[in-house]
């Protein structure tokens, strides 16, 4: 009996489902209807929770052929309790969403959105051609009818093409993606889309072909590499990193614009109300073209060799010449030191003649002569004078109208030698401690990036950024090389300066003791570190470019740019130059506000206002302190004395300043510094650490042209090598800005902005402006280090107390 009641119920199944719907309808339970659906047709439907409509689509799968299907749904009822639920059943894969559909922007805002439209992902087949069946299941838990729009259609162009451009729109809950398969030959693509509009913001990505594909604004980022972008977004992909050797190139629109660096709209933040998006629909262009092969690598890389190379195989042709002149004009130069003699010693004896009714001055001079032969191994070295007879005169030295170099060369060379390789020890020292933590950083922020696949983490130009290894942009690294390389060419031709005039001195040569610009190589030393250690740091930054790390690009150049002024100071005043400890200790400072104004330098009228009133105190101080020779002090009589000299100077008598070069430099000085405070106050510039090193690049400037007229006015001239070398420079200077200024990218700005900048390269397909920024800034620096080294060589046979100081 049971068994006949079965058998009828299994026909009833198998030839009367009509009879079966209707007998679940009367008994009240939910009616599921099943329909082949045909692509390309809209199918107007209304659903409840007492039915659901499964459509069946079938469609053949080609192994050597990639066609995208699409799935457009949109909600033609006004208002209902509960969202309509799409599930779309595939061979290997389920994708499920509701209309309407609701997207989260910041500050947990809720954008709802009632027109969908998703893309399929193909799952592989194994044979030539293979009949697939997938189905979309509608359902609600509204008991009112829900009316809705579904249309299931082929996406012909969905396999992108190499360097053929393809356009569409996308909006958040429409957003596209396409495949791109390698070609063969083809290691490495770049992959670029484009939009004429700024905004709505987009985020592109790149993402492995598997399914699900991540094609939201709340789960784009879950997987693959992306980037936000306004107009432009550019993205090297590498066979490597796809073992099924294609890829999908997923756009989608976001539902704000925070992120592009676009205005918060202001909304009450009310906890159940949904905002409407409005219309956030953006064309966009992409073009897939392949990135450059390793030959343009290779061609790069002897490129960058080959230039500074070359100025090692031109210092070495400069260097025989100069040994085969100097062979040529040995017994001449015999000559030239006995006239220096010979000149020495008539002025020692007027000198005495002069002189020989002052007691004082005798036993001075007598005292200086004892120091030069005494040993002095054991003397340490402070920021001024430590000797006993110098500190006996040094007052009425300094405070004379027209000083010489002898009047500030009074210290013994073996105690001044050892205060200036100071400079070179405690930068080594620094540059140690500094790099390390800094290369560790860096390549975190590089795993970072390669892990996460966030792109927005560092501000390449990212149509010219290669990559080698782990690196994003080796480009941008390699060109640093030139400041290592040149550094190094620095530190030899130094070296070989050193130890030619060391041998001078061990043969007692008089031109070496008493003539020309003592020498002292400390500075040099550490300024040719320096311009290593800015290489190697700015090869760092470029790692990865960012807010938080662009003080590593910086740091090296304020030293450099107080190294080069303390050595021009240096230069005529040897016995009162600041010491390294102090020195060093000013430019930490300069380093420390660096990163105070990064960080809360933007739009803090407070820190601009201290900062201000610092630079003016700070060049006040320098200036009384250059003014003086170091002759002054500050303590509690100060403002008294500053009135005396008012009164007496300016009221009493009316006199004019007893040091007119002097104070022309530093009114000068002033004049700038005062000027480049009042821009900051009032404009407050962004970009805090290139505005502060534009303070130090200006004083650098104005003392260097200051002392080259100095150095002409008081019948000086400049040598042959020394004036090529000042023109030279001046040249790639002026190139390298222009470059510089080009502005290829900007963490001051989002990095979907700072793409906004970004250009293709413009030399061997491999270097962007940038680069050749590095490549011609490294030339120049090194110049002007030479024009520091050669500048007073017409001095070497002039007698000390005939060079002015100024």
Known sequence: ?????????????????????????????????????????????????????????????????????????ELLSESAPSPVLFVVRQKQAVLSFQVPLILRGLYQRKYQYTQLGRTLCQPPTKAVAETQFFFVDVSTLSSAGVQYQLRVSRVDRFTLQTDKKFSFNATPSQPQFFRYVFPEGVDTVIVKVNSQKNFPCSVMSIQDIQCPVYDLDNNVAFIGMYQTMTTTAAITVQRKDFPSNSFYVVVVVKTEDEACGGSLRFYPLLPDELLDAGNRSKTLDVIVSPAINSEVYVMGMLFCLGIFLSFYLLTFLMACVENKRYDAVKSGALSAERFCMESLMNDVSVYFRNSFSDPSIMRSLESVGRSRHESLSSVEEDDYDTLADIDSDKNIVRTKKFLCVSDLARKDKRILS?????????????????????????????????????????????????????????????????????????????????????????????????????????LYYAMGTALMMEGLLSACYHVCPNYTNFQFDTSFMYMIAGLC????????????????????????????????????????????IIFSVIHILATLLLSTQLYYMGRWRLDSGILRRMLNVIYTDCIRQCSGPMYIDRMVLLVMGNIVNWSLAAYGLIKRPNDFASYLLAIAICNLLLYFAFYIIMKLRSGERIQCLALVCILFTAVVWGFALFFFFQGLSTWQKTPAESREHNRECILLSFFDDHDIWHFLSSIAMFGSFLVLLTMDDDLDTVQRDKIYVF
Not at 4 to 33: I, K, Q
Not at 56 to 63: C, F, G, I, P, W
């Open 418 to 522: 050892k205060k200036y390789q100071i400079y070179f020890w405690n930068i080594a020292t620094i540059a140690v401690f500094y790099a390390l933590p800094v290369i560790q950083l860096v390549i975190t922020y590089q795993t970072v990036v390669n892990v996460t696949g966030n792109q927005d983490i560092c501000y390449y130009n990212f149509l010219c950024a290669h990559p080698l290894g782990a690196l994003s942009s080796f480009n941008n690294i390699l060109s640093n090389l030139g400041y290592v390389l040149l550094g190094l060419l620095f530190l030899l031709i130094v070296l070989q300066r050193d130890i030619l005039h060391n041998r001078a001195l061990e043969r007692n040569e008089n031109t070496a003791l008493e003539c020309g610009i003592p020498k002292h190589f400390g």
């Open 1 to 73: 009996m049971c068994v006949s009641v079965v058998c009828v119920c299994v026909l009833m199944l198998r030839f009367c489902p009509v009879l079966l719907v209707l007998m679940l309808a009367s008994s009240g339970a939910n009616v599921v209807v099943q329909r082949d659906a045909q692509f390309d047709v809209t199918y107007d439907d209304t659903v409840t929770s007492d039915n659901q409509t499964i459509y069946s689509y079938n469609h053949t799968v080609s192994r050597n052929k990639t066609e995208g299907v699409r799935v457009s749904v």
């Open 565 to 608: 002024m303390l050595k021009l100071y240096q230069k005529r005043h040897p016995d009162i130059n600041a010491s390294a400890y102090s020195a060093y200790a000013c430019l930490a400072a300069v380093i420390f506000f660096s990163v105070l104004g990064v960080v809360f330098g933007k739009g803090n009228t407070a820190f601009w």
